[in-house]
């Protein structure tokens, strides 16, 4: 959002919800759901990510949202404003975007391939076996131009948005652009039940083997809940400072947290079953999306033109996301560095360039077997699991401590009730944001720390 529009520029009631979820449905819900998903086993997943949604993903959503919308500040200054100790908080937040947004147009980047192959006759090469590992490793020849390439057009699709200001047009657009990715998304899914062999992956999707369930499902779960609800990043903190007063905090982070779970839901109910019906070997890794697809398209009557149509509407949720990430970025060098907002876009796009490419070749010439969690993915799986299983959840449980003990919980709860109405969940709220959450993130971050030492191994 540009620097110098006002405060509480949101129109009414929609103009949080639409904002806040066009960061939040993305690549999250549509990329990293499905995969995470197979990974822990399927069913129990689910279950477990949906009860951390309604719980830990709604009271945090409220407890960012009412943060900025309390001091007005962006992340990094929000805290500062509220207890000046402890403003290092949310420079740490700060700092997690940035290194999100160079791996996150690389995965931007495959859809762009994604979605230009397809509409150039391409569906059939895309559906062929394993075409996007050759892809992403730069096949037989190991040429890396392709996906550098791909990259550096989506990166370059971002930084254009944010330099020239037009989010406020994106936003609008997504209002019409979302909700048919959603039918889309319905309709796909619907054609695919017709499909044989569909039905053991449904099953796997939507039933719950509690013999899989672990610390791990857990920890993967509430990373999960954070990357795709865009928290403990600052971005819904920023996104508070600009709502009115008037407006619901409450409702709005229920229907945002109702929209993302559910993209989040029927991506995978569409994804991990395709998967199933064409007996993929790598249903597990972070490629689902690229490779389970393609094959169902290729089937499809009209696949030739439903695929590169979808394809365009999940790049289009990936720049929306993408945008409020870089936008986030942006903003924290000025704030940071007091430096002009030019100055801090040239920055940003030199991380952009080193840590993107950093990711790209992390499949190639750069690979490394750091044996991170999840691991795997080179370089992107790095920067994947430190955002995601370090840095978020020593965000949040801060953040938590912050709210419960710093500056007490009235403050948030008060600035929920500030437009009139009854604060339902406050109970709920209290509990979680004093006691379950903090209890809960410490052990996650232990469970993190064992896993990535090889101390514990849930799999
Ligand atoms: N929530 C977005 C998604 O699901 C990703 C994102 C993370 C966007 C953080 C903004 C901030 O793809």
Known sequence: MPENEERASFSGKVGFVLAASASAVGLGNLWRFPYLTSHYGGGI?????????????FSLLIAETALGRKTGKSCISAFGELCSKYKWIGVLAALVPILIVPYYCVIGGWVTKWFAESAMGGLSTLASSGYWVSFVTGGETGDMSD???????????????VAVGVERGIERLSKILMPLLLFMIIGITIYEFTLPNIWDGVVFYLNPDISKLNAGTFMGAISQIFYSMSLAMGIMITYGSYMKKSVSIEKSARNVGVIDTGVAFLAGLMIIPAAFAYDHPDAQSIGLMFTALPDVFATMPGGEIVAPVFYLLVLFAAMTSAVSLLETVVSVFVDLKAIKRKKSILISIALILVLGMMSV???GPLATDIPLLDGGAGWLGIFDTITNNFMMPIVALLTCIFIGYVIKVTVITDEVKADGNAFVSERLFEVMIKYICPVFLALMLIVAVTITFGIYSPY
């Open 361 to 363: 070749l992390g499949f």
């Open 147 to 161: 996906p550098t390439a791909w990259f550096l057009i989506f990166a370059l699709l971002c930084v254009v948005c």
């Open 45 to 57: 997943f689910v279950i477990v990510y949906i009860i951390l949604a309604v719980t830990f993903g």
